[in-house]
């Protein structure tokens, strides 16, 4: 069974920083892409950045120059830095890892089950 984690998630007011960890454990062979999604109130789920097990990022527009994502392979964690934060920010924030779990097995991507981010006003 694969689990992914998060945490960080809180409460910070417009303007400030947070940082959201996941781990991602048991039985898995190799993590492929890692990435955070959210889901604000009443909006579809979104992805907000992603990083190959190589370091290529992506970013949403909307968080360009503000979130960092990075990730450590040995620990199987992922990280998102996110400064400047704004009131529609606020979300849950979700883990999402495309990984095989068996050499031979496919890909398949995991969830985590989200940890909310709210940025007040």
């Known amino acids: 069974q694969v689990q992914l984690v998060e945490s960080g998630g809180g409460l910070v007011q417009a303007g400030g920083s947070l940082k959201l960890s996941c781990v991602a454990s048991?039985?898995?062979?190799?993590?492929?892409?890692m990435a955070w999604y959210r889901q604000g109130p009443g909006k579809q789920r979104e992805l907000v950045a992603d990083?190959?097990?190589?370091?290529?990022?992506y970013y949403a527009d909307s968080v360009k120059g503000r979130f960092t994502i990075s990730r450590d392979n040995a620990k199987a964690t992922l990280y998102v830095q996110m400064n400047s934060l704004k009131p529609e920010g606020t979300a849950v924030y979700y883990c999402?890892?495309?990984?095989?779990?068996?050499?031979?097995?496919?890909?398949?991507?995991?969830w985590g089950q989200g940890t909310q981010v709210t940025v007040s006003s």
């Open positions: 999402n890892a495309r990984l095989r779990v068996t050499r031979w097995g496919s890909e398949r991507d995991y």
């Open positions: 990083i190959t097990s190589g370091g290529a990022v």
């Open positions: 048991g039985s898995i062979f190799s993590i492929n892409v």
